[in-house]
């Protein structure tokens, strides 16, 4: 279905170029002589890249159905990560590069949704907090706050990320997956 430039709003998913992008902002511009034109804010959905484009008054854009789906992470397998539609089930196997550096957060029966066009997966959504438990870290020294205040550990899917002095192996901890930075510690 082919949009004029006055429904293109933030949140509605288009095709540029044969890619499909999320319009996350746009201006509405009306020049006192010329057209009117759209000045749009887009993230691409397979890359995550995002990019500013103009369209004109005139132009026709084609709207991309994207259809969101309940996904359920099971293992990963070579290249490819393997996940359980949850509505029907079935088996959905989706690249490294489309899961991209999610990976470091993906721990076994962790629920992700995931974006779909035409049948193919273009990304996967993480939830925004996650929690996870130390496996490695080097101890903390008491009353040591003269640093930052952090240190490196290790959690349960290999990702290194900053915690604070007093987090220890075997802790569980919140993580902030935008990010990748420590949120609170969880009894």
Request: cysteine-free; hydrophobic content about 40%.
């Given at each position: 279905m082919a949009l004029s430039i006055n429904e293109i709003k933030a949140g509605v998913t288009i095709l540029v170029d044969e890619d499909v992008y999320?319009?996350?902002?746009t201006e509405h511009v009306k020049p006192g002589k010329g057209s009117a034109f759209v000045r749009a804010k887009m993230r691409n959905l397979r890359n995550s890249n995002v990019q500013e484009k103009t369209f004109r008054g005139d132009e026709k854009i084609d709207q991309a159905f994207v259809e969101e789906r309940k996904l359920q992470y099971l293992y990963k397998s070579g290249s490819m990560y393997h996940f359980m539609d949850q509505d029907n089930f079935d088996e959905v196997a989706i690249s490294e590069e489309s899961v991209g550096e999610k990976k470091k957060f993906l721990k076994d029966n962790l629920d992700v949704?995931?974006?779909?066009?035409?049948?193919?997966?273009?990304?996967?959504?993480?939830?925004?907090?996650?929690e996870f438990t130390i496996t490695h870290t080097e101890p903390g020294i008491k009353g040591d706050t003269a640093k930052s205040g952090?240190?490196?550990?290790?959690?349960?899917?290999g990702a290194t990320i900053q915690v604070p002095l007093f987090i220890d192996v075997g802790d569980k901890i919140k993580v902030d997956t935008r990010t990748g930075s420590y949120v609170e510690r969880v009894s």
């Open positions: 999320v319009v996350i902002d949704s995931g974006n779909f066009y035409k049948n193919e997966t273009l990304n996967i959504n993480l939830p925004f907090f996650i952090t240190k490196p550990a290790e959690i349960e899917t």
